[in-house]
Antibody, heavy 112, light 112 residues
Framework: EVQLVESGGGLVQPGRSLKLSCVAS????????MTWIRQAPGKGLEWVAS????????YYPDSVKGRFTISRDNAKSTLYLQMNSLRSEDTATYYC?????WGQGVMVTVSS | DVVLTQTPVAQPVTLGDQASISCRSS???????????LEWYLQKPGQSPQLLIY???NRFSGVPDRFIGSGSGSDFTLKISRVEPEDLGVYYC?????????FGGGTKLELK
């Protein structure tokens, strides 16, 4: 069974950093691109970052480019999202996803 | 960026009815490789989104055949025949043809 379990969320002040993790199981992790998607409270879905199966290439929308970094450790079947210079508009539930499967999400709140 | 416009925003239904959701793109979603990367997701209350349809009309594993995706170019439709209680929630279309990947604003399927 495919499982994606996120961790690392919480309350953080504007301008500070936070790193999310996602441990994957039930599939061959290094065969798949992985993606982070977020959802602000009561709002729709927004693509945040993607990484190729080898980690050789990464992709971001302009809203997070230069502030967020996606990475992976294929030996540990773990996906990461390093979030720097956080803003109030980054407040959201962050989902770890692979094609067709989503984790349960982790909440990030950016507030003073 | 590609804008996906979903209509209606809310669709009141009676159980057993057919429902239809439209997703119109600001540009063609045909990729240079000939594929059209248009997906449909359902987010039930308090849950992560779940994949229903990929590449316009392909049902994901386990998705009932009452869900039918269709369309081409920049105009797509999700039809749900004989709506059941477990079909209620918010439906999103999503495109991964053009960078940045984008979601539609969502359509809430609710009881009349």
């Amino acid at each position: 069974e495919v499982q994606l379990v996120e961790s690392g969320g919480g309350l953080v002040q504007p301008g500070r950093s936070l790193k999310l993790s996602c441990v994957a199981s039930g599939f061959t992790f290094n065969n798949y691109w992985m993606t982070w998607i977020r959802q602000a409270p009561g709002k729709g879905l927004e693509w945040v970052a993607s990484i190729t199966n080898t980690g050789g290439s990464t992709y971001y929308p302009d809203s997070v480019k230069g502030r967020f970094t996606i990475s992976r450790d294929n030996a540990k079947s773990t996906l990461y999202l390093q979030m720097n210079s956080l803003r109030s508009e980054d407040t959201a539930t962050y989902y770890c996803t692979r094609p067709a499967y989503w984790g349960q999400g982790v909440m990030v709140t950016v507030s003073s | 960026d590609v804008v996906l416009t979903q209509t209606p925003v809310a669709q009141p239904v009676t159980l057993g009815d057919q429902a239809s959701i439209s997703c119109r793109s600001s540009q063609s979603l045909v990729h240079s490789n000939g594929n059209t990367y248009l997906e449909w997701y359902l987010q039930k209350p308090g849950q992560s989104p779940q994949l229903l349809i990929y590449k316009v009309s392909n049902r994901f594993s386990g998705v009932p055949d009452r869900f039918i995706g269709s369309g081409s170019g920049s105009d797509f439709t999700l039809k749900i025949s004989r709506v059941e209680p477990e079909d209620l929630g918010v439906y999103y279309c999503f495109q991964a043809t053009h960078d940045p990947w984008t979601f539609g604003g969502g359509t809430k399927l609710e009881l009349k």
